[in-house]
């Protein structure tokens, strides 16, 4: 058995210029961090000529065997794929356990590519670094399957940590924050997490978002180009150390963004925002495509538990996290000895195939 993970990111600021539709022609900047909450991707050897694919989030197990075609359908065809693309022809199960529901603005797919890629790479001999993994997927998701998503998912899942990533037609570049551990103690303290309802409109959003860039929509490509000004603006604050200037900056690119397409917010989603700043939450955004998912929030400790309260009267609870420095990671290896399952001491292709 093998056992890989990938962490979910939040945005910080940028969100929407990492579409290739906009950055190929105006760059791209997005600052992003990963938090402590994990796709899982889990494989087991069956006794079957089939590849079974079993998702928490999905819940149908899906089977293919050996002579069937790929199966393109929005349950399986991000894995079908990646499968595929290993040539993994059979006698295996794919474990898919994300601990937050996909829908929900934290780069769910982006997450479950990097953890799948990971893993069946090991699985069948390779050990792919960070870098590797992230394009892979940007290759399999974008590319491959045309699905509506931006760089920014599989690079932060891949990578982990806190990080300023700039996307251009021919390179995307991630740097770490330069923020010092004070810093990063604060803010992550500081922000918290609301789960607000599942966003079913997101691959549709992001789908009007990205032609309009293609059409040159002068007001899209205009807030987007102020997102990105703001994402600067946040890199600097964050590096030094000015946190309530971050969440001024936070603020005001929720401002922009809740503007690209009238399906990003909604009377609901704007009370909440409303009543968090009302009870001392200094500024947020929805993050992912927008339409529900998960607001977060730049809020004194002082006045967290006012906020934390009034949100919960709407039914909008809180989701505590950590700010995670690590990306992707082969978690555990185990193998089948004399009847007996023991854990692999070195972490490496070679030595779990042997």
Same mark, same amino acid.
């Given at each position: 058995?093998?056992?890989?993970?990938?962490?979910?990111?939040?945005?910080?600021?940028?969100?929407?210029?990492?579409? +290739?539709?906009?950055?190929?022609?105006?760059?791209?900047?997005?600052?992003?961090?990963?938090?402590?909450?994990?796709?899982?991707?889990?494989?087991?050897?069956?006794?079957?000529?089939?590849?079974?694919?079993?998702?928490?989030?999905?819940?149908?197990?899906?089977?293919?065997?050996?002579?069937?075609?790929?199966?393109?359908?929005?349950?399986?065809?991000? +894995?079908?794929?990646?499968?595929?693309?290993?040539?993994?022809?059979?006698?295996?199960?794919?474990?898919?356990?994300?601990?937050? +529901?996909?829908?929900?603005?934290?780069?769910?797919?982006?997450?479950?590519?990097?953890?799948?890629?990971?893993?069946?790479?090991?699985?069948?001999?390779?050990?792919?670094?960070?870098?590797?993994?992230?394009?892979?997927?940007?290759?399999?998701?974008?590319?491959?399957?045309?699905?509506?998503?931006?760089?920014?998912?599989?690079?932060?899942?891949?990578?982990?940590?806190?990080?300023?990533?700039?996307?251009?037609?021919?390179?995307?570049?991630?740097? +770490?924050?330069?923020?010092?551990?004070?810093?990063?103690?604060?803010?992550?303290?500081?922000?918290?997490?609301?789960?607000?309802?599942?966003?079913?409109?997101?691959?549709?959003?992001?789908?009007?978002?990205?032609?309009?860039?293609?059409?040159?929509?002068?007001?899209?490509?205009?807030?987007?180009?102020?997102?990105?000004?703001?994402?600067?603006?946040?890199?600097?604050?964050?590096?030094?150390?000015?946190?309530?200037?971050?969440?001024?900056?936070?603020?005001?690119?929720?401002?922009?963004?809740?503007?690209?397409?009238?399906?990003?917010?909604?009377?609901?989603?704007?009370?909440?925002?409303?009543?968090?700043?009302?009870?001392?939450?200094?500024?947020?955004?929805?993050?992912?495509?927008?339409?529900?998912?998960?607001?977060?929030?730049?809020?004194?400790?002082?006045?967290?538990?006012?906020?934390?309260?009034?949100?919960?009267?709407?039914?909008?609870?809180?989701?505590?996290?950590?700010?995670?420095?690590?990306?992707?990671?082969?978690?555990?290896?185990?193998?089948?000895?004399?009847?007996?399952?023991?854990?692999?001491?070195?972490?490496?292709?070679?030595?779990?195939?042997?």
């Amino acid at each position: 058995m093998l056992v890989a993970r990938a962490p979910v990111r939040i945005t910080l600021g940028g969100e929407g210029t990492d579409i +290739p539709a906009y950055y190929e022609k105006h760059g791209g900047v997005v600052v992003n961090a990963t938090i402590n909450y994990y796709v899982y991707t889990i494989l087991t050897p069956n006794d079957s000529s089939e590849v079974r694919i079993i998702s928490t989030d999905q819940r149908p197990s899906l089977g293919k065997s050996l002579q069937e075609d790929l199966i393109w359908n929005s349950d399986s065809s991000l +894995p079908r794929s990646i499968t595929d693309y290993f040539k993994v022809c059979g006698g295996i199960t794919v474990f898919l356990a994300p601990q937050i +529901p996909s829908g929900t603005g934290v780069g769910i797919s982006g997450s479950v590519a990097v953890s799948m890629i990971k893993a069946l790479a090991f699985w069948v001999g390779l050990d792919l670094n960070p870098t590797e993994v992230a394009e892979l997927s940007c290759h399999i998701e974008i590319e491959r399957l045309g699905m509506p998503v931006g760089k920014q998912d599989q690079y932060a899942a891949a990578l982990g940590g806190l990080n300023v990533m700039t996307f251009s037609k021919h390179a995307v570049a991630v740097t +770490p924050l330069k923020i010092s551990q004070h810093a990063q103690a604060m803010l992550n303290e500081r922000l918290m997490l609301f789960f607000t309802g599942f966003s079913k409109d997101g691959p549709n959003i992001l789908s009007e978002q990205i032609a309009a860039c293609e059409a040159s929509d002068a007001e899209v490509i205009n807030r987007l180009g102020m997102m990105k000004s703001l994402a600067l603006d946040i890199r600097s604050a964050l590096e030094r150390g000015d946190l309530p200037a971050f969440g001024e900056l936070l603020h005001a690119s929720w401002l922009q963004k809740r503007e690209l397409t009238p399906r990003i917010t909604h009377d609901f989603l704007d009370t909440c925002y409303e009543t968090a700043r009302f009870h001392g939450a200094v500024g947020g955004s929805i993050i992912g495509a927008g339409g529900g998912g998960f607001l977060l929030l730049y809020c004194p400790l002082a006045q967290q538990g006012a906020v934390t309260d009034a949100l919960a009267l709407l039914g909008v609870h809180r989701y505590p996290f950590e700010l995670e420095e690590n990306g992707v990671q082969i978690h555990q290896t185990y193998s089948w000895s004399s009847g007996q399952v023991t854990r692999a001491q070195v972490l490496t292709p070679m030595a779990f195939r042997a």
